[in-house]
Structures are given as C-alpha cells and as structure tokens.
C-alpha cells in the first residue's frame, strides 16, 4: 500500500519569497503526481499534473518537479492569494492524498 | 462550462443509510471517470471511490469498502455513492470530482462544491 507523505505540515513564508512543498511516496508513482491547491470555505483546485505540467490557468509562479517517490512543488514569488493548504495526490494506482502542507504568511 | 453539483447529504443516524446524488453538465459525461472524495471537518482530503467511463473499473478506498457503493447513470449525466451502515467517522463534506481520463487514471481536474454528510444520533 502506497503512503504519500508532505512535509513540512506548516510552512512560514514571507510574500514575494519562495516556497518549497515536498511530497513523497511509499513506491514510484512514476511521473503520475498532481498538486492541488485549496482555500478555506473551497473545493481544491488542480495546480500541477503529470509532476510538472501546469493546469490551465495556473500562473508560470507555481512549478513542479520531480519523478518516482521524490516531488517538489515550488513557488517562486508569493502573492497574497497563494497562502492556502496544498496536497498532492497520486494516480499511478487507486488515487491516494498526501495530509497536506499548510502555507502561512511569515 | 464543467459544473458538478452534489445533492443528498444530510444528518442521519449511526447504522442508516443515505444515497448522494451528482449532477454534471458542461462536458461529455460519458467520456470520462468520476470520483468521489471526503473532507472531514478540519482533515485532509480522503479520496472515496472512483468509476471509470463505463462502470467497467471500480475502486473504493479500505475505509469504505463493503458499505458504500458508487453507480453512474450516463443517459442522466449523472453519478451516485450509496452509503450503508454509516459512523461517526464517514462525517465529511462530500465532493464529486471529474477525473482528466476516461479510466480511473487521471489527476481531478474539476470539483464541485459538496455535500455535508453528519453522521450522528
């Protein structure tokens, strides 16, 4: 059974700084890792498919990287908008969620 | 425009019964798996079950499975999750989601908004 884990829970950042999200799995999930972006009181939002490749509409700011067990969701400069909780999800097999990363203003 | 727009939740009783109901319009329902995914109040995402295009592939997570079963009517654009035999744990806000795939393979690429499903006596 695949476990996906986040780190760090909490992350303090301040705007206009970069952000780095880690997500790592149990197994490879190959390349099959999306990111997705949630704010209180909303459904999430699909940021990242395919490890690295932008949904639609998603800022050039957010990138994403990685393959096999290891992926980082990055932020380069952070807007206001962009403090929310971020999970990423595998979909190499049944689709499972990592706990989420809690992205702060510092 | 993709909407997805769930129905059903409610409060109910340990042990009983409800049936969720999702309504899509905006895409060719039938070219695509749908899933269903929970968010207790305060958690994380939990992901429920999925149904590939055709009801040929279908999947529930451990927490659920033997007591919740998910249909989908394509003739209706429409997706079920019957949920038997109900405890305090399965108290979330319920969100349809369209899977980027015909086949339960794909990230999410759209939500809808929810129903709130309590569970308590």
């Known amino acids: 059974e695949i476990v996906m884990t986040q780190s760090p829970a909490t992350l303090s950042v301040s705007p206009g700084k970069r952000a780095t999200l880690s997500c790592r799995a149990s197994?490879?999930?190959?390349?099959?890792l999306a990111w997705y972006q949630q704010k209180p009181g909303q459904a999430p939002r699909l940021l990242i498919y395919?490890?690295?490749t932008r949904a639609t509409g998603i800022p050039a700011r957010f990138s994403g990287s990685g393959s096999g067990t290891e992926f980082t969701l990055t932020i380069s400069s952070l807007q206001s908008e962009d403090f929310a909780v971020y999970y990423c999800?595998?979909?190499?097999?049944?689709?499972?969620f990592g706990q989420g990363t809690r992205l702060e203003i510092k | 425009e993709v909407q997805l727009v769930e129905s059903g939740g409610g409060l109910v009783q340990p042990g009983r019964s409800l049936r969720l109901s999702c309504a899509a319009s905006?895409?060719?329902?039938?070219?695509?798996?749908m899933h269903w995914v929970r968010q207790a109040p305060g958690k994380g995402l939990e992901w429920v079950s999925g149904i590939s295009w055709n009801s040929g592939s279908i999947g529930y997570a451990d927490s659920v499975k033997g007591r919740f079963t998910i249909s989908r009517d394509n003739a209706k654009n429409s997706l079920y999750l019957q949920m038997n035999s109900l405890r305090a744990e399965d108290t979330a806000l319920y969100y349809c989601?369209?899977?980027?795939?015909?086949?339960?393979?794909?990230?999410?690429?759209?939500w809808g908004q929810g129903t709130l499903v309590t569970v308590s006596s």
């Open positions: 197994q490879s999930v190959s390349s099959n």
């Open positions: 395919g490890a690295s």
């Open positions: 989601a369209k899977d980027e795939s015909e086949v339960v393979a794909g990230p999410i690429d759209y």
């Open positions: 905006g895409f060719t329902f039938d070219d695509y798996a």
């Open positions: 999800q595998q979909y190499n097999n049944w689709p499972l």
